[in-house]
């Protein structure tokens, strides 16, 4: 639980360094461990679109090789890149700088 806790602050904080040690540290030896770990990743990805950390949403999918087709994050993600897209469609410089 403390786990899944700090994972999700590190999220918040995009501090990829603290999250991928955690993350190692915790599953390193464990199967079970590991499969009990991506309920707490699915809400550090959550807290990582909530804060746009970027970082970190870029560990979870290119690192972790998280499947962006579970219906937990598909939402999430779509919501982000929709705004972004939008954000640069109609040159919206405030939009563009709240979702770096």
């Known amino acids: 639980m403390v786990s899944g806790n700090a994972l999700a602050e590190f999220a918040a904080d995009d501090d990829l360094d603290g999250f991928q040690k955690l993350f190692a540290e915790t599953c390193k030896n464990d199967e079970?461990?590991?499969?009990?770990?991506?309920?707490?990743?699915?809400?550090?990805?959550?807290?990582?679109?909530?804060?746009?950390?970027?970082?970190?949403i870029e560990h979870l999918i290119e690192d972790l090789d998280i499947d962006l087709r579970h219906e937990c994050f598909g939402?999430?993600?779509?919501?982000?890149?929709?705004?972004?897209?939008?954000?640069e469609r109609y040159k919206d410089e405030e939009m563009k700088e709240i979702n770096r």
């Open 32 to 56: 079970e461990l590991r499969n009990l770990m991506f309920w707490h990743t699915q809400r550090a990805f959550k807290e990582a679109i909530k804060y746009k950390s970027l970082l970190i």
């Open 75 to 87: 939402e999430l993600l779509h919501k982000f890149l929709f705004t972004c897209s939008m954000a």
